[in-house]
T-cell receptor, first 116, second 113 residues
Framework: GAVVSQHPSRVICKSGTSVKIECRSL??????MFWYRQFPKKSLMLMAT?????????EQGVEKDKFLINHASLTLSTLTVTSAHPEDSSFYIC????????????FGPGTRLTVT | KNQVEQSPQSLIILEGKNCTLQ??????????LRWYKQDTGRGPVSLTI?????NTKSNGRYTATLDADTKQSSLHITASQLSDSASYIC????????????FGAGTRLFVKA
């Protein structure tokens, strides 16, 4: 159990367009979901934490208008990169936790975003 | 400052050999420590999770140790396989009214035939 999926796994988009990434917990209800960004050969950087039904909490330096997060249900969270630019190209990973907080996080396989 | 430092940054070993990865942390108050394996282009996969009272935990050929007094953890890999080539990330959670998670930079392990 505790499988998390992400869709799409890879996406290429043109500069100025918006891209939506989905994160789903397949076999459990996720009270809390996390979104991370990872640059090559670097560790994960937490972007935001979201609890179902409430607004996401963004980390310092992360633009909430740029990275829109919606956690509409206990099994689905979405990250929308608005007006994407080449510097937004990165590996985006979500994780989900069964309980409030981050005691045990189950990670998705990641989404590679390339903005041309 | 809450930090998680891992060493070495990278490591090359021959297939079949053992290796040990280190994780030192200054996170307080401590909640739990987790080791993850991350293959290139994939999300992290949990190997072990330990709370304050646990000294060691095994998962197949992976054995993690925790010394909460010295704030050190290690991940020992026995009889390495080519598929062990990956990044190994140490993650420490802190209780601060809620949970806060601090990631180490990871150790990149290369297993050669």
């Amino acid at each position: 159990g505790a499988v998390v999926s992400q869709h799409p796994s890879r996406v290429i988009c043109k500069s100025g367009t918006s891209v939506k990434i989905e994160c789903r917990s397949l076999d459990f209800q996720a009270t809390t979901m996390f979104w991370y960004r990872q640059f090559p050969k670097k560790s994960l950087m937490l972007m935001a934490t979201s609890n179902e039904g409430s607004k996401a909490t963004y980390e310092q330096g992360v633009e909430k208008d740029k990275f829109l997060i919606n956690h509409a249900s206990l099994t689905l969270s979405t990250l929308t990169v608005t007006s994407a630019h080449p510097e937004d190209s990165s590996f985006y990973i979500c994780s989900a936790s069964k309980l409030a907080g981050a005691y045990e996080q189950y990670f998705g396989p990641g989404t590679r975003l390339t903005v041309t | 400052k809450n930090q998680v430092e891992q060493s070495p940054q990278s490591l090359i070993i021959l297939e079949g050999k053992n290796c040990t990865l280190q994780c030192n942390y200054t996170v307080s108050p401590f909640s739990n420590l987790r080791w993850y394996k991350q293959d290139t282009g994939r999300g992290p996969v949990s190997l072990t999770i330990m709370t304050f009272s646990e000294n060691t935990k095994s998962n197949g050929r992976y054995t993690a140790t925790l010394d909460a007094d010295t704030k050190q953890s290690s991940l020992h890999i026995t009889a390495s396989q080519l598929s062990d080539s990956a990044s190994y990330i140490c993650v420490v959670s802190q209780i601060t009214g809620g949970f806060k998670t601090i990631f180490g930079a990871g150790t990149r392990l290369f297993v050669k035939a």
